[in-house]
């Protein structure tokens, strides 16, 4: 029992120190290095010790530095509590969705098992959708305690925005449900070790017997992005739109309403808001590589490959521990992926109307999501797995 | 586990709660609130027996008491909103009109 | 391996709290939506530790995330701050129902505890989605179709009841 818990200390520490403590931050310098490289620009280079500016990564420090010391301003007539339970409803429920998010694999030391992932629960994603629908309520409070119209609406809209897109966030997975029969992350990862052949599907039509072993070769890994990728899609959009990340933004819009829900918020509650806003982005990729991209495997490289190649050179146990490094990289080389990905898609699309952003989740995400589980059911149903 | 008697204490306690809310509060909105808490505590009765029992069918009720629950706030606060509306007030005391 | 008991008592404490909070709280409503929410979320705890693993899961998405949300918003449309005690000549009416209510629930309390049932072992994977899914989709599907039918129709009703009048 106390192994489990100390276990457990050391990966929330883990993750609150990597992925809050120092993602949060370079995300918000790769937020603006990256937007200037697509737009052919410098970007934010002056933050120096000294004179010496380091391509401007001393930016994130030097914004938490203006954020903490900056006056809390709390506008006259909105009340105390709820104005700084806010930021605190808004953040608390984005870090605690990193607790079944797994980062790792199942590792055998001896006669100890260490699985890389806080808490490894059976319905691991019901527990992401049920600690994201709690966000809403950061969003909420938020506008309602500021004692301005305009937050209000502002907030409003947020709120349902961020709550018509939960649906058909957990709609658009199903699919990827069906095909991996599990909602336990973990096992998730486990299931997406594996390759299956691009052209199998001719073996189950019974056009050929065997496939040749040249056509047997395409193999592709068998990642959830593969698998489904028409889910990949809908969920991206769908949990973006949730994280009210551009480019569905408009409840925040920077160059539109001020700042929407959180125009009356300054110094370090508005920091909180913020930083939620970017570790989301870090959940929403973390999630999306647990999930489609295969988790923390190789792609092309199973695990009982890799344990085998690497043991008659340094014998089991460094041999797995050095596996289990290789799949910590990978996983966050995966996540730092798909965070590019997300910043690529906010520098590049417009901003939709909001009509048109409601349009988009109940019009088009909510059809496509059911076709989706229909046509994998279909497929499921007549063809076994694929291949 | 947990003694059964205690789920099913704990449950009659919010049933009360929820109940005295109903009974004396004047806002149409907590009244709603306080008859969602009674309905939460009878969801947790629900499950504390269906643990006792070992089988499944006090979750599957469970499930379908947040159903009705959910269609039912969303009537309620359609016909709290056309209410206010048109008289202005969410006072339960003030729309006693049909009263003798 | 279920949750130490202490977890339902704690948690039981703290939905005992905030019910009193939301009931008693008469100057802020918004202060009241809130407590319950922290109400519901103390009963998921609850249902985690008596192994409801699936209502759990839905009872935080669905009532404390999406149900308490609709209240908090019509509160906030409708500009809702406060409420005000009853006048005199109502309190002594309310008080005897409170009353009323406390003798029931005695009642009820005292006569329980000689007709429970006796608590019997665990399957494996009890109150998991896959259970909940298998009994909910084969013996009780017919009630499960029924409910979309009633959601359709409290969709249709919200609507019209909500709508703006064209004149």
Redesign the interface.
């Known amino acids: 029992m106390d192994a489990v818990l100390l276990g457990a200390i050391a990966k929330t520490l883990f993750i609150i120190l990597v992925a809050v403590g120092v993602f949060a931050p370079i995300i918000t310098w790769v937020e603006r290095k990256q937007s200037a490289v697509m737009q052919d620009r410098i970007g934010a280079n002056r933050a120096g010790v000294a004179g010496i500016t380091v391509l401007g990564l001393l930016h994130p420090l030097a914004d938490v530095i203006k954020l903490l010391t900056k006056e809390d301003v709390v506008p006259q007539g909105a009340?105390r509590?709820?104005h700084l339970a806010a930021p605190l409803i808004a953040a608390i429920p984005v870090i605690a969705s990193f607790a079944v998010i797994p980062f790792g694999g199942v590792y055998q030391f001896g006669d100890r098992t260490w699985n890389l992932v806080v808490a490894d629960?059976?319905?691991g994603i019901?527990?992401v959708?049920?600690?994201a629908?709690?966000a809403?309520?950061g969003t909420?409070?938020a506008?309602?305690a500021s004692n301005n119209n305009w937050s209000?609406l502002g907030s409003?809209r947020a709120?349902?925005q961020m709550?018509s897109y939960?649906v058909t966030m957990g709609l658009s997975i199903v699919g990827l449900f069906m095909v991996f029969q599990t909602?336990r992350l973990t096992e998730m990862g486990l299931a997406q070790d594996d390759t299956f052949r691009l052209l199998g599907f001719l073996e189950r039509f019974g056009w050929v017997d065997t496939l040749p072993g040249w056509l047997a070769w395409l193999q592709l890994p068998k990642w959830g992005l593969f698998l489904q990728p028409l889910g990949f899609v809908m969920f991206l959009t769908c949990v973006m739109a949730e994280n009210k990340r551009p480019p569905f933004d408009l409840p925040e819009a920077e160059s539109e309403l001020v700042a929407g829900y959180f125009t009356e918020y300054s110094g370090m509650r508005f920091g909180l808001f913020y930083m939620s806003e970017f570790i989301e982005v870090v959940v929403i990729a973390a999630l999306t590589t647990a999930l489609f991209l295969g988790g923390w495997t190789i792609p092309y490289l199973p695990q009982e490959t890799l344990i085998g190649a690497i043991t008659p050179v340094f014998g089991v146990g460094v041999a797995t521990g050095l596996c289990m490094v290789l799949h910590v990289v990978a996983f966050f080389v995966k996540v730092i992926v798909m965070i590019w990905l997300q910043m690529q898609i906010r520098w590049t699309l417009p901003r939709p109307r909001y009509d048109q952003v409601m349009d988009l989740c109940w019009k088009i995400m909510l059809p496509l999501s059911l076709v989706n589980v229909f046509v994998t059911a279909l497929v499921l149903l007549l063809w076994g797995n694929g291949s | 586990m947990v003694p059964l008697e205690h789920v099913i204490g704990l449950s009659a306690i919010l049933f009360l709660i929820g109940a005295i809310g109903a009974l004396t509060r004047r806002n149409l909105i907590v009244l709603l609130m306080s008859i969602e808490l009674m309905l939460n505590a009878a969801n947790l009765a629900l499950v504390g027996f269906s643990r006792a029992w070992a089988e499944h069918d006090g979750h599957v009720f469970v499930l379908m008491v947040i159903v009705v629950a959910a269609c039912e706030v969303a009537v309620g606060l359609g016909i709290v909103i056309a209410l206010f509306r048109n008289r202005e007030t969410v006072n339960v005391e003030d729309v006693s009109l049909l009263k003798w | 391996m279920s949750a130490p008991e202490w977890f339902f008592y704690g948690a039981g404490a703290l939905s005992i709290v905030s019910a009193l909070a939301m009931v008693l709280n008469v100057r802020n409503t918004v202060a009241a939506a809130l407590s319950l929410v922290v109400t519901m979320i103390a009963l998921a705890v609850i249902y985690v530790v008596l192994d409801a693993h699936l209502v759990a899961a839905l009872q935080i998405m669905v009532y404390a995330g999406a149900i308490v949300v609709l209240f908090l918003f019509v509160v906030m449309l409708l500009n809702l701050r406060s409420d005000t005690f009853a006048p005199p000549r109502q309190r002594l009416l309310k008080a005897a129902g409170v009353v009323l209510a406390l003798g029931v629930t005695a009642a009820f309390v005292s006569l329980v505890p000689s007709s429970l049932p006796t608590v019997r072992e665990l399957p494996e994977g009890f109150g998991g989605y896959r259970a909940v899914g298998t009994e909910l989709f084969t013996r009780f599907v017919l009630p499960f179709e029924v409910t979309s039918l009633l959601i359709l129709a409290a969709v249709a009703g919200a609507v019209v009841l909500a709508k703006r009048r064209l004149d």
């Open positions: 009340s509590g709820l629960l059976d319905w019901l527990y959708f049920a600690v629908s709690l809403t309520y909420v409070i506008g309602w209000l409003l709120s349902a709550i939960e909602l």
